[in-house]
């Protein structure tokens, strides 16, 4: 990361210790807070973006070369934003070359970059207390788990999963009620702090006030100023006829709340669907194995499948069938918005381990009657070939 990040970046507050923290004191907080946030144990959302915040903020501080540029690009901004005084724009007097070095002026009418027109142009002439869109809500992930006939016929769940709730105590304000606000020092109230960026100076997001431009006098004791909790949050997703399993489910607004009346980020629900001990899916059709008896195979017969739907279905086996020919029923699958798959029946021939005495001697009569017919003649007649 360059220096040019660090202008709109305060370490110190990432890392919730005094500008004048010794280096064991921030070695204290990263190791607390990166426990906390570590992606290996703190599932919850922003926890990894925190955990790389904190861990950038430490690069930089735990480095006594590092903090101290970064110390100095910091004063020199913060006497820029507090140089404009009573919220009107400029920030006259700082010019970002030299903050950045980047060059150096060649005496007047250089083309060094002067913030305070350059703001001009971005704040339209200053806005007091001045604020940025309000983000949308982030989104949120959660998973739920269906039966197999659920998932065949749709079906509406309550998913739970922990959110951001606005606190009902501060209404959302992160005030303490009867308390107020004042303009954010980080800023001067624009909302905004700029870096520079190849030669131009970007407007961005201030840190300290997360750009409404304005910090809280004294915090909400129930949120500590945030504006939001967290709570556990259940919300009814309705699963479509057909959901396969793994599908990911979006619902539109129903994610994190924005902030200050953004919009909400979305829901997305990841569907697991149980196995079923009849029925093994395959894209839309629906798969089941249906043993048959040597003679059903061989004779042919009408055999009962069952339909996932409950009841059963005749199959007409031919004479002659093998075992492992899967048939197809047209239709009486997986029933979507887009259509309805097949059922395939695949006939599997089941020898019986216990006979009776009658047919025992049928079976008898049938090796009798069969002695001639080798099953294997054709195969050791290839191998014969192959292998001379
Ligand atoms: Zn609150
Ligand atoms: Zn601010």
Redesign the pocket.
């Known amino acids: 990361m360059s220096a040019r990040d660090w202008l709109d970046k305060d370490f110190y507050a990432v890392l919730g210790v005094a500008k004048d923290a010794t280096p064991a004191q921030l070695k204290k907080a990263y190791r607390a807070l990166a426990r906390e946030l570590h992606p290996d144990t703190n599932a919850s959302p922003g926890a990894e973006e925190r955990f790389k915040e904190v861990s950038e903020a430490y690069d930089v501080l735990s480095d006594a070369t590092t903090r101290a540029e970064y110390d100095e690009v910091r004063t020199y901004a913060g006497a820029g934003r507090y140089a404009q005084g009573g919220g009107s724009g400029g920030f006259s007097g700082v010019n970002l070359d030299d903050l950045f070095g980047g060059g150096g002026r060649a005496g007047a009418g250089s083309a060094g970059f002067d913030l305070g027109d350059l703001l001009g142009g971005y704040f339209g002439g200053g806005r007091p207390g001045g604020a940025k869109a309000a983000r949308r809500g982030g989104d949120i992930d959660t998973e739920t788990t269906i039966s197999f006939d659920d998932a065949l016929q749709g079906t509406t769940v309550g998913v739970t999963f922990a959110s951001d709730v606005t606190c009902e105590a501060c209404h959302g304000t992160g005030a303490r009620p009867g308390t107020g606000r004042h303009r954010?020092p980080?800023?001067g109230g624009q909302?905004q702090v700029l870096h520079n960026a190849g030669g131009f100076a970007v407007a961005e997001t201030?840190p300290?006030?997360r750009g409404t431009?304005e910090v809280i006098e004294d915090p909400c004791g129930v949120c500590r100023g945030a504006g939001r909790v967290r709570r556990s949050r259940t919300v009814r997703a309705r699963l479509p006829a057909g959901v396969r399993n793994n599908a990911r489910i979006r619902l539109r607004g129903k994610g994190q709340p924005g902030e200050r009346g953004a919009p909400a980020g979305d829901l997305f629900v990841r569907v697991h669907v149980r196995p079923d001990p009849v029925f093994r899916r395959e894209g839309d059709d629906l798969c089941v194995t249906v043993p048959v008896r040597y003679d059903e195979a061989a004779l042919g017969a009408s055999v009962e499948v069952p339909l996932p739907a409950g009841g059963t279905v005749t199959l007409r086996v031919p004479e002659g069938t093998q075992s492992g020919r899967t048939f197809r029923v047209r239709g009486r699958g997986v029933h979507t918005a887009s259509g309805a798959g097949d059922l395939l029946a695949t006939v599997e021939v089941v020898v019986p381990q216990r006979l009776t005495g009658a047919a025992r001697r049928a079976l008898d009569d049938l090796r009798a009657a069969s002695a001639m017919d080798d099953p294997r003649a054709d195969l050791l007649a290839r191998n014969a070939r192959t292998r001379t």
């Open positions: 954010c980080g800023c909302g201030c300290t006030c431009g």
